[in-house]
């Protein structure tokens, strides 16, 4: 019994030892940082901006798909409208809060999806391309935070747990430059530890709205070979009309 209570003891120790790793100043300083590489984005307010999106896998001739983008970010409501191919010219999904529907403009009908669906056959989730200023303290919890290396920068790595069923993975690292805080690299894994995959970052510019990642790499790694590259292009950061960010405007386009 005695051996039994030892045991006990050990396991509850270690447990303890295990989430003191993220002391409360630290996880704070991580929500800040994470938050500043938001800061540090042009994606702010209204904007508009065209999304081109190509889809390379092992066999497969690479795909190519086209989407407009408008968001208003204080009040999370965004439009999303495929342009390319021609066959799937008019889909597209609605954001209005909580409320996500993704449309199919051949059926004119409506269906309930959640940030987690995919963008056609790409590695890119909904997740990739929204960002609400209060995405990681209402959806995460920090599990490591501390300073390393990716490449020639120094940067602060933080990890994450999903505390919410929003986010498309349950954990989640980021590589965040220490001398402006940008999103250099981001790890995505299952609730088991497994690597899922992984976004790269590789080409910033800077703007008078602020910094652009104007490309970004997305790998699957559980199909080696298979990736998905995403560049921004023609953006805008003029106000847009309310009707934009409802279903009778994505009904009309066709």
Sequence with gaps: MKKLATICAAVALLASAAFAQVTADQAEQAYKLLEATNDQLVFSGDYTATISITIEKPGKPNSSLKYKVFERTETETFTIVQLFPEADKGSGFL?????????????????????????????????????????????????????????????????????????????????????????????????????????????????????????????DELNPGEQTTQVISDLSFDPLPDRIFTKAYLEGLN
């Design 95 to 219: 954001r209005d809060g909580d409320n996500i529907w993704m449309y199919d403009p051949i059926g004119r009908k409506f269906s309930h999806v959640s940030l987690k669906e995919q963008i056609s056959d790409s590695d890119i989730k909904l997740d990739d391309l929204t960002r609400a200023s209060d995405h990681w303290r209402k959806n995460y919890t920090i599990t490591g935070m501390e300073e390393g290396k990716l490449g020639q920068y120094a940067v602060y790595i933080v990890s994450v747990e999903a505390k919410t069923s929003d986010p498309a993975y349950e954990k989640s690292t980021y590589y965040i430059r220490k001398d402006v805080p940008l999103l250099l690299k981001e790890s995505d894994y299952s609730a088991n530890g497994r690597l899922m995959r992984t976004i790269l970052i590789p080409k910033y510019a800077k703007t008078a709205h602020g910094y652009i990642g104007y490309q970004t790499i997305v790998r």
